[in-house]
């Protein structure tokens, strides 16, 4: 069985090309793929060769960010999936070529446990789970709850309700996750500042208070905030931000880094709480997902371009250096 797919043969050249499937097993379910997206994170240093995981080797089939309908189930695969429209990060169905991370495919092989339902979510805006997933993961480990929780990550019980009411926080940066770690921070009931060097993204966010990212931060958002939320992967705008904290305050990191440089005086005086998060936690995909269905947390406006799966090269090009570019939607024939 083969399949269209987006491979990045080498660094900064990618092609839609034909690749081998696996084998279907008992409890896998066929997805035909509608849409994917391009991470502006990840993918980026995937595509620049600079990905910092020594199994990353190219040629790979990127992409963590797909939905699409089961076409098929398997015979240990519950039969009512078929039909359905799900979100799926990524797949290893690949026989020929690196299945790291592997969503950027017309069609994938999967087990029906690593699928997660629409429900009531339009499917267009279901690529945004991912990073709605790893924003809340961040966002929940600013509560004394989050970060206990965090420690037993391996506990798929339900997550308890967090709380940031009271809290003033700090959002660097308005690219997809930055907007949906602000939204998320103000669904948990705290005051929200956000600093954003694009006029545009600036303009799409919600937030009590919208900086430019070139303003003097500690002068302008009337007393130290609680918590920084870092989500432009600039240690640059980190470091400048470092003053706007208060004493015992939480340095989150949101974006992905190739090394950590940072001035450490300022964060010892401050006796400051350096955090990283990983991608997402048990139940978080879904707990996003209810949020979106419930009008909790408005997404329709991060997506801003749209272009066909058979253009690759140029559709890098946008997610990757247009400005404009929030989220790109991949569309599947």
């Given at each position: ?41 990840t993918?980026?240093?995937?595509f ?61 092989i ?57 809290k003033?926080?700090?959002v ?17 009931g ?32 009337g ?17 400048s931000?470092?003053?706007?904290l ?17 001035p ?27 949020m ?15 272009m066909p ?12 250096e ?12």
């Amino acid at each position: 069985m083969h399949t269209q797919a987006i491979v990045i043969t080498a660094p900064e050249q990618v092609e839609l090309r034909e690749v081998a499937l696996t084998a279907a097993g008992p409890e896998d379910v066929i997805i035909q793929t509608a849409y994917t997206s391009i991470s502006a994170g990840t993918e980026r240093m995937l595509f620049a060769g600079r990905m910092p995981h020594p199994m990353l080797k190219l040629p790979v089939v990127p992409g963590y960010e797909t939905v699409g309908r089961v076409v098929e189930v398997g015979p240990n695969a519950p039969l009512d999936l078929k039909g359905q429209w799900v979100y799926v990060g990524g797949a290893r169905c690949y026989a020929d070529v690196n299945p790291a991370w592997g969503g950027q495919s017309a069609t994938l092989i999967v087990d029906y446990r690593r699928v997660v339902l629409l429900n009531d979510v339009p499917p267009e805006q279901g690529v945004l789970l991912a990073l709605g997933a790893t924003a809340l993961h961040g966002v929940d480990l600013l509560t004394a709850e989050g970060a206990e929780q965090a420690l037993n990550a391996a506990s798929a019980a339900p997550a308890v309700k967090h709380s940031l009411a009271g809290k003033r926080v700090l959002v660097l940066g308005q690219g997809p996750v930055g907007q949906l770690a602000a939204r998320i921070a103000q669904a948990q009931g705290a005051w929200v500042a956000v600093s954003e060097l694009s006029a545009s993204r600036l303009a799409r966010s919600q937030a009590d208070v919208r900086l430019d990212g070139d303003a003097p931060l500690a002068d302008t958002l009337g007393g130290p905030v609680d918590a920084i939320v870092e989500a432009t992967g600039s240690m640059a705008a980190l470091a400048s931000a470092i003053p706007a904290l208060g004493n015992n305050g939480t340095v989150l990191l949101l974006g992905y880094y190739e090394k950590l440089e940072l001035p450490y005086m300022p964060l010892f005086l401050k006796q400051a709480r350096l955090l990283t998060a990983k991608e997402w936690g048990p139940n978080d995909l879904q707990r996003v997902r209810d949020m979106i269905a419930d009008g909790t947390l408005e997404i329709e406006r991060l997506i801003t371009h749209r272009m066909p799966a058979d253009q690759p090269a140029a559709a890098y090009r946008v997610a990757l250096e247009d400005a404009e570019c929030l989220k790109l939607l991949l569309e599947w024939p």
